[in-house]
């Protein structure tokens, strides 16, 4: 039985208990049976608040769980820049190929913001102001000038 009819049963017996107009107990039987509602009543309340603490606990580890494990990816994807700025200087643009491994490059352009105060307000955004580096590219490669921002070719690292 749910909590909602246990309620229900309560006011169904605390009716038959007591007449409504003295407010003198009439039956013995419904008000026997209100007492065990009631207990009825505090047990499920008690264990439906228990369940929430245990799944208040369950939050907190598996958020002290999921923020240990953003750590760790964090800290896997620094090692994984470090060594790719250490093997990008070390080849200088050499291409290197193993049975295992590929490593080639290609450029790729992206828009570098020189001035944010004279890009148009249409290159903008405004949720944390920033260049809205998608529109401001696309505009220079149909040939647009965008005042503050240019378009340069940086070289990225495949690894395969």
Request: proline share 3%.
């Amino acid at each position: 039985m749910n909590l909602y009819e246990i309620n229900q049963q309560i006011t169904e017996a605390f009716d038959a208990a007591v007449d409504p107009e003295t407010g003198e107990i009439v039956s013995e039987e419904a008000l026997d049976k209100l007492r065990d509602l009631q207990m009825d009543r505090d047990e499920k309340v008690e264990n439906i608040g228990l369940w929430i603490k245990d799944l208040k606990a369950d939050a907190d580890a598996l958020k002290s769980e999921r923020d240990s494990f953003n750590d760790r990816l964090k800290a896997v994807n620094n090692k994984i820049e470090s060594l790719q700025k250490y093997l990008q200087n070390s080849l200088a643009g050499e291409k290197f190929k193993t049975a295992r491994l590929s490593i080639s490059y290609r450029n790729t352009p992206s828009v570098n913001v020189t001035d944010f105060d004279s890009l148009p307000f249409e290159f903008k955004r405004f949720k944390d102001p920033e260049a809205d580096k998608a529109k401001i590219k696309q505009a220079i490669k149909a040939g647009q000038t965008v005042p503050g921002a240019e378009l340069v070719t940086n070289t990225s690292m495949i690894i395969k």
